[in-house]
């Protein structure tokens, strides 16, 4: 079966500029997550949705970012006035839900940003 | 505030031998820790997870053990082979309803054949 995926793999783009991150859970999947990783770090949480709302967005940096999960299915996150600080690979993660609570998170491959 | 730490950045094991990876954690709510292996260029890969409520979980070649008390886990394999060199992350995640994981900075195994 298909695993979460997200698009594009590599995105250069120059400061000030508007960005738009796709991803792609597993299908079935609830729950979906946005981390972001920089060199050298773990991932570090941005937001959850659980359906369409997002349950959590605490990790969201400031204002500039956002993520919209409009049918509860694919999610984009979208960086306005990009800074050469949001150069990192941003990663989606799905899980299912179970009785108990949410289920193991599965982590698409990321898609590297750069910032120029 | 690094609430999970991997303090050691590399490994290295020969092959057919243990890997010991060691994580050190500072927020007594968390209540479930997970492991994942990560690829270059390639998101991380879960590998095998611990409760709160067990102090071991054996899955093949791969054991985690969780100390409460020291607030310690950590991630035995054995044997070690080649294709396990990969970072190795150690995860996060309180009770309740928050569901995000914090992640350490990973350990960078590599096992010599």
């Known amino acids: 079966g298909a695993g979460v995926s997200q698009t594009p793999s590599n995105k250069v783009t120059e400061k000030g500029k508007y960005v738009e991150l796709r991803c792609d859970p597993i299908?079935?999947?609830?729950?979906l997550y946005w981390y972001r990783q920089s060199l050298g770090q773990g991932p570090e949480f941005l937001i959850y949705?659980?359906?369409?709302?997002?349950?959590?967005d605490s990790g969201l940096p400031n204002d500039r970012f956002f993520a919209v999960r409009p049918e509860g299915s694919v999610s984009t996150l979208k960086i306005q006035r990009t800074e050469r600080g949001d150069s990192a690979v941003y990663l989606c993660?799905?899980?299912?839900?179970?009785?108990?609570?949410?289920?193991?998170?599965?982590f698409g491959p990321g898609t590297r940003l750069t910032v120029l | 505030d690094q609430q999970v730490k991997q303090n050691s950045p590399s490994l290295s094991v020969q092959e057919g031998r243990i890997s010991i990876l060691n994580c050190d954690y500072t927020?007594?709510?968390?209540?479930?820790f997970l492991w994942y292996k990560k690829y270059p260029a390639e998101g991380p890969t879960f590998l095998i997870s611990?409760?709160?409520?067990?102090d071991k979980n054996e899955d093949g070649r791969f054991t985690v053990f969780l100390n409460k008390s020291a607030k310690h886990l950590s991630l035995h394999i054995v044997p070690s082979q080649p294709g396990d060199s990969a970072v190795y992350f150690c995860?996060?995640?309180?009770?309740?309803?928050?569901?995000?994981?914090?992640f350490g900075s990973g350990t960078q195994l590599t096992v010599l054949p």
């Open positions: 993660a799905s899980s299912p839900r179970l009785a108990g609570g949410q289920g193991t998170q599965y």
């Open positions: 299908s079935g999947h609830t729950a």
């Open positions: 949705f659980q359906g369409t709302g997002a349950a959590d």
């Open positions: 927020n007594s709510m968390f209540d479930y």
């Open positions: 611990i409760s709160s409520i067990k």
């Open positions: 995860a996060a995640r309180p009770s309740g309803s928050a569901r995000q994981l914090t």
